[in-house]
């Protein structure tokens, strides 16, 4: 398949399958520099700003300064994670970092919905606070990209580089599929990046307040994700779950 411009609907496979090749970044460097050269202003980078999402900050800063960087503010997280982005932003000023906020505010959710939704329907939750304001950040766009690991979860095992996203009928871009956690945090080391202090607290994978706890060493990653309920990802990865959370207002 040629690399050029690659989008919904013309996608057939991932043109990237026989990286990475002896590149230190494990294609990353490679996949990013295309993806933007190729999509310009028309790609978009949801990061939750984890540990992966600022080394990924830091790769789109080397062949995109200027790249715009979504973050999806349900208005649940922590402050540390609002401190890192501030730190973020003074560590890259070109980069264009926009909060992305649900249509309803957490008063107009419980008011609708009844209070604390996500003790009792966190897909619903995640669905008007994070699904839906990530549509609207990637409406009119071809491309976005995530901080992805392949050894993260069984779901994420078979993740490409370059994806066909059907549940954002968009390109998804995956440019740290082969990386480990090891390399994640090597990278950060090496590069004197800043970070999420919960991460020294046991805490691998940050999200909302609500629904993050702090894991056992050696733990799966994303075990402190809504503890109790048979959920591990928050709809952005997994296939259309709006018809299952739609119409349950209180
Ligand atoms: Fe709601 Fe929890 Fe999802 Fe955040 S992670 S949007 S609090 S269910």
Redesign the pocket.
Same mark, same amino acid.
């Given at each position: 398949m040629e690399r050029n411009l690659i989008t919904y609907d013309s996608f057939t496979d991932d043109p990237f399958k026989t990286l990475p090749a002896s590149d230190p970044t494990k294609g990353a460097l490679e996949v990013l520099d295309w993806a933007y050269r190729n999509y310009q202003e028309d790609i978009v980078y949801a990061c939750s700003f984890g540990v992966e999402g600022i080394v990924l900050i830091d790769l789109i800063a080397k062949v995109k300064p200027d790249a715009t960087i979504v973050f999806l503010d349900?208005g649940?997280h922590f402050q540390e994670t609002y401190d890192l982005i501030d730190k973020i932003k003074a560590r890259f000023p070109r980069l264009n970092i926009k909060m992305e906020t649900p249509e309803l505010t957490l008063e107009e959710q419980a008011e609708q919905y009844g209070s604390a939704? %996500?003790k009792r329907q $966190?897909d619903q &939750? &995640?669905y008007?606070?994070?699904v839906r304001p990530l549509e609207k950040a990637l409406s009119g766009t071809t491309a976005w990209v995530s901080g992805l690991r392949r050894e993260q979860s069984l779901s994420r095992s078979k993740t490409n580089f370059i994806n066909k996203d059907e549940r954002f009928k968009a390109i998804k871009v995956c440019p740290l599929i082969h990386w480990t956690w090891d390399d994640v945090w090597h990278y950060i080391e090496e590069n004197e990046l800043p970070y999420n202090p919960l991460h020294d607290q046991g805490f691998p994978s940050i999200? &909302?307040i $609500? &629904?993050t706890n702090p894991v056992q060493e050696g733990s799966d990653s994303r075990a402190g994700r %809504?503890v109790g309920f048979n959920k591990t990802e928050?709809g952005l990865h997994t296939p259309d779950s709006s018809e299952k959370v739609m119409n349950t207002e209180k």
């Open positions: 349900t649940l939704l %996500w $966190p &939750c &995640c008007i606070r994070k999200g &909302c $609500p &629904c %809504w928050c």
